[in-house]
């Protein structure tokens, strides 16, 4: 649980140049608050990893990727299951300025323990060894793309970029130092990176997660996690709200009390209105409010957030005809005609210019014309590592 004597947080302490910094100032800070709390099962809680236990394992990882000639702009490839030692590899790569490849393990045998070892000897390795502060516009990790569309390409996200987009996340968020995150998103995916890792600590607050392999055998795990550690911000996609709605048996539902839920953001799939509203009746009870859940859309190309619903806003849907949304042409139809497909608004962007485009003109579409979503800011990240040249009109 947070420490209730910390010192409030100001404005200031939010903001970082890089990650790297953030983490070296809360360390000082805010020494043996707790910043990652993990339960491997989805119930039982490992000791919480503290801003000061970070830094220092996190040293210990660079001082030795430093001994074995791991050069600045070299990469790692992380495969490690979630948990403390994930985060402790891939602070201690940004601390190197080694570019870390989150990746997921394929089978268990395969299982690298390069990182975990040199973790288990940081205390000793990195006291007498002090990080160089990575430049805003070097590259932090590659974060390879989801495939679905494509080839998955690794993104080149530089510190400037998670700079850019942890503020932007913070500040549409409505994110301070009271906020507690929970969830179960797997590190290697943008969403669960930068929401559950990245974000809390450029903060300064407290992130609670569990294996995605829980939350799928047990999904009450994710909702009695928010429940007992008085979570505030939780990230998912789609199915997992409907998969709660299914799962959860109403005596699981009598010993949850989500009232401490503020934001719930469902995105990284195509978002159903009938899906949000089946959870928000289904566990109102609880204390779950409708407006907590916020709809958003992002991409690894522009770090993570794009746009997002205001918060403590109601979410809106509308209704268009079928047909003429894939003939390019977007018609309002009345919700309960047969034609109806029932889109969800992901809200604005005020920190980035977002344009619906006609890919072959390369204009802004007029009202009405469906076209391709467009992005342009400090959030779009450098490219595609080994694909040179600017970004691809279509992605």
């Not at 989150?102 to 006291?127: D, F, K, N, S, V």
């Not at 299914?246 to 469902?266: F, G, P, Q």
Request: a negative charge.
């Amino acid at each position: 649980m947070l420490d209730e004597s910390l010192p409030p947080a100001t404005p200031d302490q939010f903001h970082h140049e890089t990650v790297v910094d953030a983490v070296r100032a809360h360390a000082e800070r805010l020494p043996d608050h707790p910043l990652f709390t993990f339960l491997p099962d989805g119930d039982e809680a490992e000791p919480p990893l503290t801003f000061a236990a970070l830094d220092a394992r996190a040293r210990g990882v660079a001082a030795s990727l430093h001994a074995a000639r791991a050069e600045p702009g070299a990469r790692a490839l992380l495969l490690f299951e979630p948990g403390q030692e994930f985060v402790v590899a891939f602070f201690g790569c940004l601390y190197a300025g080694v570019v870390a490849v989150p990746t997921y393990l394929p089978h268990p045998a395969q299982r690298a323990r390069g990182l975990l070892r040199l973790a288990g000897i940081a205390e000793g390795a990195g006291t007498d060894w002090s990080a160089p502060s990575p430049e805003p516009k070097s590259v932090a990790f590659l974060q390879y793309t989801s495939g679905s569309t494509g080839r998955p390409k690794g993104v080149m996200v530089t510190h400037g970029n998670l700079t850019h987009n942890s503020d932007f996340i913070r500040t549409s968020l409505g994110m301070d130092g009271s906020t507690v995150v929970v969830g179960w998103l797997p590190p290697y995916h943008d969403m669960g990176l930068i929401s559950m890792i990245i974000v809390p600590a450029m903060m300064g607050i407290h992130s609670v997660s569990m294996p995605t392999v829980a939350f799928l055998q047990s999904p009450v795990r994710w909702l009695r996690a928010i429940s007992t550690y008085r979570g505030t911000l939780s990230a998912a996609p789609n199915f997992a709200f409907d998969l709660c709605t299914r799962k959860v048996t109403d005596e699981d539902r009598a010993s949850l009390d989500l009232s401490s839920w503020r934001v719930a953001t469902n995105g990284a799939e195509p978002i159903r209105a009938g899906s949000v509203q089946r959870f928000s009746e289904a566990f109102a009870a609880t204390g779950f409010r409708p407006e907590t859940i916020v709809p958003v859309y992002g991409l690894a190309e522009s770090t993570l957030l794009v746009s997002g619903t205001p918060v403590d806003r109601p979410w809106v849907s509308r209704s268009f005809d079928e047909d003429a949304l894939e003939h390019g042409t977007a018609v309002s139809v009345p919700a309960d005609s047969p034609e109806a497909r029932v889109l969800v608004s992901c809200g604005t962007s005020p920190a980035l210019d977002v344009a619906i485009v006609d890919p072959r003109a390369r204009t802004r579409c007029r009202p009405g014309q469906v076209g391709e979503i467009w992005v342009a800011g400090d959030s779009v990240a450098a490219g595609y590592w080994q694909r040179p040249g600017p970004w691809p009109a279509s992605s």
